[in-house]
Each structure stands twice: as C-alpha cells, then as structure tokens.
C-alpha cells in the first residue's frame, strides 16, 4: 500500500491532468479551434479542478476497493 501522502500527491497530479485534458477535449468540440475555445477551457479547467480534486479523494478510494475485489 501506498503512503497516504504519495495517494493525495497522486489525486492532485491525476486529478489536474483530467480536469484539463477533459475540459479542453470537450470544449474543443463545442467550439472548434478559437480563442472562444481557449478562454472558455481555461474557465472551465479552474472550476474542474478543485471538484475533480474532491471527487477524486472518495471515488479513488471506492475504485481501489473495486480493482482488489476484482483482482483478487
């Protein structure tokens, strides 16, 4: 198991990455390839991030739980 600092360190560089590669991604096929588009990704990525962060604390947990199930 994991250090319960080296988790949380995890869920913020995870939960970073997916906040902008998803709200980019779906931004961009909203808008197209526009300043609109960047604007609105940068927007979108500020409000994201913090709620994937939280997300990411309860739902990373259930997750682990499930794989072991699974795995095991």
């Not at 588009?37 to 979108?44: C, D, G």
Request: proline residues 1%; hydrophobic residues 60%; without cysteine.
């Amino acid at each position: 198991m994991q250090k319960k600092q080296t988790l949380i360190v995890a869920q913020i560089f995870i939960s970073l990455m997916m906040a902008f590669l998803m709200t980019g991604i779906f931004s961009f096929f909203e808008l197209g390839m526009t300043q609109k588009w960047l604007y609105t990704w940068m927007n979108s990525f500020i409000v994201a991030w913090p709620i994937a962060f939280v997300l990411s604390i309860f739902v990373g947990n259930l997750g682990f739980k499930l794989a072991n199930k699974v795995t095991s």
